[in-house]
């Protein structure tokens, strides 16, 4: 508390007027971030193709991950030895979360298991972009390829129901 302290340009013991304690900052952080990932999927524009609207969720989640490695880390890789959100906090992280479960079903994708894919091909390469190359695009330059990849397996067969 002393360093964030310093950093804010505060006393230590002034932030417990603001946060009781360090996992109440964390929790508030997890919320802000989590907020700003949904302001800016709910400025996606608008796409007939469902598909491709399904990439704007990808790239857009992509983009956010790696513009900021830490706040990454906090929402999305629980890197805080004891800290989970709050209920409030973790509800726009669901919100989020929704918006691209409600993407995917639009083209078809409604199995829990396609879902659970696009959410860890799309983590996996923000990890490996945020941790292997910190401000360069090797893994992200991958997404296309790999969402390419993912349609062709979960994308549901027009005749025959959903995968």
Not at 54 to 73: I, K, S, T
């Amino acid at each position: 508390m002393r360093d964030l302290g310093t950093r804010v340009g505060m006393r230590a013991q002034s932030l417990y007027g603001y946060y009781a304690s360090k996992h109440a900052i964390y929790d508030a952080m997890f919320a802000d971030g989590n907020r700003e990932l949904l302001r800016r999927k709910r400025d996606l524009p608008e796409s007939a193709d469902p598909e491709q609207l399904v990439r704007l969720h990808g790239r857009l989640f992509l983009d956010f991950a790696v513009e900021d490695p830490v706040r990454y880390q906090l929402l999305f890789q629980r890197t805080i030895p004891g800290f989970e959100p709050s209920p409030e906090s973790y509800a726009p992280a669901v919100e989020v979360l929704e918006s691209g479960r409600a993407a995917l079903r639009a083209c078809g994708i409604r199995s829990q298991r396609a879902m659970d894919a696009f959410t860890a091909l799309n983590a996996g390469l923000a990890a490996q972009q945020t941790s292997n190359e910190p401000g360069g695009t090797r893994w992200l330059r991958l997404a296309d390829e790999i969402w390419d990849m993912y349609f062709a397996r979960y994308r549901a067969p027009t005749s025959k129901g959903t995968r």
